[in-house]
């Protein structure tokens, strides 16, 4: 089993930052990809941005330049600088951990409760 736990959100003006953390704990064999994940209601969840174990990140299009996801491997963990944020950026944000447990072999994705992130003024 694996837990996930994200932390960070907060309300922010627009145009600050927040800076998002995703905890990666349990039987863990090894995880694989990570990605930070955003929903608004009645809205399907996104994908805002993803990273490999190897470090190449993908992002959405509408956070390019904005949003910077990292990682240390060391540590479980994930992370999801927010720069110049904007209303539109409101939502929660969810983080996802695609991993091995020591006992199940294949590959699961496991997912955090979410954190809120609310841009305005």
């Known amino acids: 089993q694996v837990q996930v736990v994200e932390s960070g959100g907060g309300l922010v003006q627009p145009g600050g930052s927040l800076r998002l953390s995703c905890a990666a704990s349990?039987?863990?064999?090894?995880?694989?990809?990570m990605g930070w994940y955003r929903q608004i209601p009645g809205k399907p969840r996104e994908l805002v941005a993803g990273?490999?174990?190897?470090?190449?990140?993908n992002y959405a299009d509408s956070v390019k330049g904005r949003f910077t996801i990292s990682r240390d491997n060391a540590k479980n963990m994930a992370y999801l600088q927010m720069n110049g944020l904007k209303p539109e950026d409101t939502a929660v944000y969810y983080c996802?951990?695609?991993?091995?447990?020591?006992?199940?072999?294949?590959?699961?994705?496991?997912w955090g409760q979410g954190t809120q992130v609310t841009v305005s003024s």
């Open positions: 996802n951990a695609n991993a091995r447990t020591r006992s199940y072999a294949v590959i699961t994705g496991y």
């Open positions: 990273v490999t174990s190897g470090g190449s990140t």
């Open positions: 349990g039987s863990i064999f090894a995880i694989y990809d």
